[in-house]
C-alpha cells in the first residue's frame, strides 16, 4: 500500500521537524479514508528508528529484587557518617519519583507490544449465531462459521507469504498469483494448511480439527510425536484429527456437505446427541447435555435447515421425544415422560 505523501515527510511530521506546509499537507491527508493504517504503519517504522530509550528489563528487575531482599529493604534509612538521617525526605521522593518513572516505562513497554500486534494485524472475529463473508486483500475469499475468528497481516499480505491464523471454522477459496504465491492456514494446535488456487473447508476447535478439500490440491502440515509430518489431500479428501493429535483420512462424495453451515444447514449422517449438543455450543453458545449415556449414543440422519438454536433443540426433541430442564447455565436432555392414566 503506498501513501501519496512520502516517507521523509511524515517522518519529519513526527519528529516535528516539519514545515507548516508539510504539517497541512499531512493532515489534510490522514483525513482521507485508508490513510490510518498507513500512518501507523510508518509510525511504528519511525519509533523503531528512534526509540527514545531502551529499557534493560532483566537488570531493571534484578536490581529491584536484590533491593527487596536485602536486610535494609525499601524503606531503610540512610546515613552519614555516624549520624542516621531519621527523615530524608528529598532522597524518599527522589526514589519515588525514580519507581514511578520505572513503573511508566514498563507499562510503556508492555502496551507497544500489545499495540503493535493490533497495529499489524487485522482480526474478524464472528459472534454466535452469526456467519460472515469476507474477501482479504489478494482476492481470496473466506466465510467464517459462527463463533471464529480470522487473523491476518493489514499490510503487504500477499506480496510475501500469505499467512492467516485461523480459529473455529471457515471455508476458503483462494486465487491463484502471477508468483505462484503460498496460501497458509494456521491453526492454534500446531497445525496448518498449505494450499495454491483452491477451495477446501477447516475446522479447528477443542475436540478436534477437520480439513475437507472441495477443489485442487492441499498440503497438510503437523507434528506427530514431536515429529514434523506432510499429507497431500486431493478434492474429496476427508482428514481428521481428534483432541489426542491422531489423524484419520476418509474420503467422502460430498465435500460441499461439510461447509452446509454457509446455508445455515445441518447436514447429520449417523450423527450422535452428545455431537449435536457440541455443535450447539460451538456455533449458538447454549450449553446442552444428554442426562445419560443412552440418549448420547443416539444418532440421527437427515438434512435440516435451522436459524436458530431452538429451532436444533425442537428437531432433537420431535425425533427422539425428548425434554429439556434447565440446571443453573445448562441445559439437560431426558425422555419425555409418557402422561399416566388411570382407569
Given amino acids: 500500500?503506498?501513501?501519496?505523501?512520502?516517507?521523509?515527510?511524515?517522518?519529519?511530521?513526527?519528529?516535528?521537524?516539519?514545515?507548516?506546509?508539510?504539517?497541512?499537507?499531512?493532515?489534510?491527508?490522514?483525513?482521507?479514508?485508508?490513510?490510518?493504517?498507513?500512518?501507523?504503519?510508518?509510525?511504528?517504522?519511525?519509533?523503531r528508528e528512534h526509540a527514545q530509550f531502551t529499557p534493560d528489563r532483566e537488570k531493571a528487575i534484578a536490581n529491584f529484587w536484590e533491593r527487596v531482599e536485602?536486610?535494609?529493604?525499601?524503606?531503610?534509612?540512610?546515613?552519614?557518617?555516624?549520624?542516621?538521617?531519621?527523615?530524608?525526605?528529598?532522597?524518599?521522593?527522589?526514589?519515588?519519583r525514580l519507581l514511578t518513572i520505572a513503573a511508566c516505562i514498563a507499562m510503556l513497554v508492555a502496551a507497544s507490544w500489545l499495540f503493535r500486534d493490533k497495529l499489524l494485524y487485522k482480526t474478524i472475529h464472528t459472534a454466535y449465531g452469526e456467519i460472515s463473508r469476507q474477501v482479504l486483500p489478494d482476492g481470496s475469499e473466506v466465510t467464517l462459521n459462527a463463533n471464529s475468528s480470522l487473523r491476518f497481516p493489514r499490510l503487504g499480505f500477499g506480496e510475501d507469504t500469505r499467512e492467516v491464523w485461523l480459529s473455529g471454522e471457515a471455508e476458503f477459496s483462494v486465487v491463484h498469483t502471477d508468483t505462484d504465491q503460498r496460501f497458509i492456514v494456521k491453526t492454534p494446535k500446531d497445525?496448518?494448511?498449505?494450499?495454491?488456487?483452491?477451495?477446501?473447508?477447516?475446522?479447528?476447535?477443542?475436540?478436534?480439527?477437520?480439513?475437507?478439500?472441495?477443489?485442487?490440491?492441499?498440503?497438510?502440515?503437523?507434528?506427530?510425536?514431536g515429529k514434523p509430518v506432510q499429507l497431500t489431500m486431493r478434492p474429496g479428501d476427508l482428514l481428521k484429527m481428534d483432541e489426542s493429535g491422531d489423524i484419520r483420512m476418509e474420503t467422502t462424495k460430498t465435500p460441499e456437505e461439510h461447509s452446509a453451515w454457509k446455508e445455515r444447514r445441518f447436514v447429520f449422517d449417523g450423527t450422535p446427541v452428545s455431537e449435536i449438543c457440541q455443535l450447539l455450543e460451538e456455533n449458538f453458545g447454549v450449553i446442552v447435555r444428554p442426562s445419560n449415556g443412552e440418549i448420547?449414543?443416539?444418532?440421527?440422519?437427515?438434512?435440516?435447515?435451522?436459524?436458530?438454536?431452538?429451532?436444533?433443540?425442537?428437531?432433537?426433541?420431535?425425533?427422539?421425544?425428548?425434554?429439556?430442564?434447565?440446571?443453573?447455565?445448562?441445559?439437560?436432555?431426558?425422555?419425555?415422560?409418557?402422561?399416566?392414566?388411570?382407569?
Fill in 1 to 47: 500500500m503506498e501513501s501519496p505523501i512520502s516517507k521523509s515527510v511524515v517522518f519529519a511530521y513526527l519528529s516535528g521537524q516539519a514545515t507548516p506546509i508539510e504539517i497541512q499537507s499531512v493532515d489534510d491527508w490522514l483525513k482521507k479514508p485508508g490513510s490510518y493504517e498507513v500512518f501507523c504503519f510508518l509510525l511504528l517504522e519511525w519509533e
Fill in 70 to 96: 536485602s536486610p535494609s529493604g525499601l524503606t531503610a534509612q540512610p546515613s552519614y557518617g555516624s549520624t542516621p538521617v531519621k527523615n530524608p525526605t528529598g532522597i524518599t521522593r527522589l526514589s519515588s
Fill in 191 to 225: 497445525f496448518q494448511v498449505e494450499v495454491l488456487g483452491t477451495e477446501f473447508s477447516v475446522f479447528t476447535r477443542t475436540r478436534g480439527t477437520k480439513v475437507v478439500l472441495n477443489s485442487g490440491k492441499i498440503r497438510v502440515d503437523y507434528r506427530k510425536e
Fill in 296 to 343: 448420547g449414543e443416539r444418532s440421527i440422519t437427515g438434512n435440516f435447515e435451522t436459524q436458530t438454536h431452538e429451532e436444533l433443540l425442537d428437531i432433537l426433541r420431535e425425533v427422539f421425544a425428548l425434554e429439556t430442564r434447565k440446571q443453573k447455565d445448562t441445559l439437560m436432555l431426558y425422555q419425555k415422560q409418557e402422561p399416566t392414566t388411570f382407569k
